[in-house]
């Protein structure tokens, strides 16, 4: 169903809402009258009470049932609404059914005109024409402007480009009026493999356990600064130069904390070492790779895929620092046979004993006994958090002393290992994960 029918679908609600209260606040007038007519000559009031409590109660019911229809209605309301939130904020990754970034505006004057003003915009640092042109579907907060949506989408889409674990992970966006959104980390898998027969007593399985790290979007704001003869004067597309740029600087320390963060108010990494926080992997996922005197060993890789289950094998890939790309790609079987397999010229990925490589060089580029050099990993079960209502401030003034315009962006986002049995991280030589000196968590 399209955003437009749900839109449609809505406002036949509120209309018959509409008629439903109306008819409440007659059915509440007429009681009122009624219930206050005296009684007729002769009457007591007790006995004209009593007898015209059966219309009363008639009336009451009517008016209980009219309500009750209201708030069923305004349930419908508020789930289709969250429908709607989530289709029009989807995610931009492609792998997430619910969002769908090709989507093109069906009004393209209207989207023409408004990307017109954001380039005036980002040109003389005047956001008016754009509050305008968006109305109340836009605000300011802290003296920020909540960027338009298509902007915030191909923000969206660069840092997929950019972050090596967004390409792979399970991305989902944020429900607008939701400040937090409960994940479940499965802790423990079912264990039961019992054969039941029909008539026989089903044993319940209490092996299946759910974690719980509450996923919200934690704000992530960085400065872009560009010159104003490149704005003024470049027959560049402003906007998708400031794009790009603005991409850049939210992917560096969204890949670093995907992989290192710590959670407390950040991501949580693959390789946090947290005390407190039981959402992290455990040092249970860890295998040393290498041996006392190698720093990767081919039985070490096959302990490594083995440490995975086939379900999370057949989707997983290996990401690795440059310097065990590096050794590895020499590195050969007990037969003498290379287990590495080159991509062609860039375009697919190179393999490992069959499974995709991925360099990453935010992990730490060191083959040291006691740091990770990498890990190999079904990423789906890291699940990315996105909020849409990204934040940009153009700051014209700030910058002249330099003649350079300052985009500020405010980026709110989360993200988690949701199911640890996806992981196995990687170790050189025989030695256990060894905390650096003076950190206490990562």
């Not at 009681?31 to 219309?55: I, M, T, W």
């Not at 969206?156 to 429900?175: H, S």
């Not at 909020?387 to 315009?405: A, D, H, K, W």
């Not at 196995?424 to 206490?440: I, M, Q």
């Amino acid at each position: 169903m399209n955003p437009e029918e749900l839109r449609k679908q809505i406002e036949s609600l509120r209309e018959e809402n509409k008629k439903d209260l109306n008819e409440v606040d007659s059915l509440m007038a007429k009681r009122q009258s009624f219930s206050e007519l005296p009684a007729e000559e002769g009457e007591s009031p007790h006995v004209a009470r009593e007898a015209r409590k059966d219309e009363l109660q008639n009336m009451d019911s009517g008016i209980d049932n009219m309500l009750q229809k209201i708030e069923n209605r305004n349930t419908e309301i508020n789930r289709i609404d969250k429908l709607l939130s989530v289709l029009t904020n989807g995610s931009m990754n492609s792998r997430n059914i619910i969002g769908d970034i090709d989507n093109k505006s069906t009004d393209t004057n209207a989207d023409k005109e408004l990307r017109e003003r954001v380039d005036r915009w980002f040109k003389s640092g005047d956001d008016k024409e754009v509050r305008e042109a968006l109305q109340t579907s836009i605000a300011a907060a802290g003296g920020n402007t909540v960027a338009p949506q298509y902007l915030v989408k191909e923000i969206i889409k660069n840092l997929d480009n950019e972050v090596q674990i967004r390409k792979y992970a399970n991305i989902i966006p944020a429900v607008a009026g939701y400040d937090s959104l409960g994940i479940p980390t499965l802790d423990k898998d079912l264990s039961d493999h019992q054969w039941t027969s029909e008539i026989g007593e089903v044993e319940e399985d209490n092996s299946l356990a759910f974690g719980k790290r509450e996923m919200k979007p934690n704000q992530l704001t960085k400065l872009v600064k560009i010159s104003k003869k490149l704005i003024r004067e470049s027959n560049i597309d402003i906007q998708g130069f400031v794009e790009q740029r603005i991409a850049y600087k939210l992917a560096v320390p969204l890949e670093h904390n995907y992989l290192y963060g710590d959670g407390k108010g950040k991501p949580l990494g693959i390789f946090a070492q947290t005390s407190d926080n039981s959402a992290a992997i455990t040092s249970s996922r860890d295998i040393k790779v290498g041996t006392s005197k190698d720093a990767i060993s081919y039985d070490g890789l096959v302990d490594a895929t083995s440490g995975l289950k086939k379900g999370y094998l057949s989707h997983a890939v290996w990401m690795l620092n440059k310097q065990a790309v590096a050794t590895l790609r020499k590195f050969k079987d007990t037969t003498g046979r290379p287990i590495w397999s080159e991509g062609i010229q860039g375009a697919q990925p190179s393999y490992l004993m069959g499974i995709p490589v991925i360099q990453n060089d935010f992990i730490d580029d060191k083959l040291e006994k006691g740091k990770y050099i990498g890990f190999l990993a079904d990423l789906k079960n890291y699940w990315i958090l996105d909020s849409f209502g990204m934040e940009i401030q153009v700051l014209y003034e700030l910058y002249s002393r330099t003649n350079q315009v300052g985009f500020q962006a405010g980026y709110w986002g989360d993200g988690a290992p949701v199911l640890e049995e996806a992981f196995v991280r990687l170790l050189p030589f025989d030695g256990a994960y060894t905390k650096p000196s003076g950190n206490t968590e990562s």
